[in-house]
């Protein structure tokens, strides 16, 4: 992992690369056209593509003024495992990442940096001014986002964007975890109070589809869920207490009915419903406790959770180039 002497770069852009062969050229063009006089790097991720992403990246860059490291994965991974993948080879003192589908503006890059360095932030998210994701996605981030507000110590109506600003030495103290179930915004969280936000631009997708499926996001909300808060076991032991508590008044008023006017039999509706109301809430905390139980047996058994397959350097000021 990279000392703090060994910064050279004012900041690091990290994107992680999956499935972009199409959006390649446009987002490295971008990339040498942003100007700044302070001294960056890029980061790219190549997340187990099956496309072509790697081979588009180490041909077009040659086109480029960029100094540039690329990561190639053996398998996908997840975003967030790549994030952590790149913030270990990084050598910024800021680590800016963002999407390679160019909804989040290279050019933006300059303001979101300049922002922690005048606040003095630890963390900045971009906060999108209009959002440009399909509907179902706005959803599905809308209700990842209240989760991770509910259960997470962050500052109220935080929108946790992927256009994220981070200072260097608590991105290193957040890539020291190992474990297989990664959720950046959690770990930072663990870490620092000193998070803040900055409206900025969301453009429209080039070209593509997101990778962003219903499964992975519901893989995202589960990771937002267990990995960072007991919360939903404390639910669940609140909720059978309470079931437990009806239950017993039930049986009270059913002895005292019965004590008045005889045993009578009726409400056989009333007994499925609540047959199935309580089957299914067993169900639903055994499922809790259960995922909880599975992910401690993957740890456990030090499921990766990630790994490079190589590592390419490219720089224009060097013939010198490493695979």
């Not at 998210?125 to 991770?148: C, E, M, P, V």
């Not at 994220?164 to 950046?184: S, T």
């Not at 909720?239 to 059913?254: R, Y």
């Not at 047959?275 to 055994?286: K, S």
């Amino acid at each position: 992992m990279n000392n703090l002497k060994d910064n050279y770069y004012d900041f690091s852009i990290i994107i992680p690369v999956y499935h972009s062969e199409q959006i390649i050229p446009n987002l490295l063009s971008r990339l040498n056209k942003l100007k700044s006089n302070k001294k960056w790097e890029v980061i790219f991720i190549d997340d187990g593509s099956s496309d072509n992403s790697y081979e588009s990246l180490i041909k077009n860059l040659q086109n480029t003024s960029l100094e540039a490291t690329l990561i190639r994965h053996t398998r996908n991974f997840g975003d967030h495992a790549a994030i952590l993948t790149a913030y270990r080879h990084a050598q910024g003192k800021y680590f800016i990442n963002i999407d390679d589908d160019l909804q989040n503006p290279p050019e933006e890059i300059i303001r979101i940096y300049n922002y922690a360095i005048d606040k003095k932030i630890d963390v900045v998210y971009g906060d999108y001014i209009i959002k440009q994701h399909s509907l179902w996605r706005n959803i599905g981030s809308k209700f990842a986002n209240f989760t991770a507000n509910l259960l997470l110590d962050l500052p109220k109506k935080l929108y946790l964007s992927s256009f994220r600003c981070v200072r260097r030495e608590i991105a290193l103290k957040a890539a020291e975890y190992n474990g297989p179930f990664v959720y950046i915004d959690g770990l930072l969280s663990q870490l620092t109070q000193s998070i803040g936000s900055l409206a900025v631009k969301h453009d429209k997708r080039v070209a593509g589809k997101s990778g962003y499926t219903l499964r992975r996001l519901i893989r995202l909300w589960l990771n937002i869920f267990t990995n960072f808060s007991l919360m939903p076991l404390r639910l669940a032991t609140i909720l059978g207490c309470f079931m437990a508590f009806t239950g017993f008044i039930g049986v009270i008023i059913v002895l005292i009915e019965s004590l008045i006017n005889g045993i009578i039999v009726r409400g056989w509706l009333s007994i499925i419903c609540a047959t199935l109301l309580f089957g299914g809430i067993q169900c639903f905390l055994i499922g809790i406790s259960g995922e909880y139980l599975g992910r401690v047996l993957m740890i456990v058994g030090s499921k990766p959770q990630s790994n490079i397959r190589n590592i390419y350097k490219y720089s224009p000021k060097s013939s010198k180039q490493n695979k």
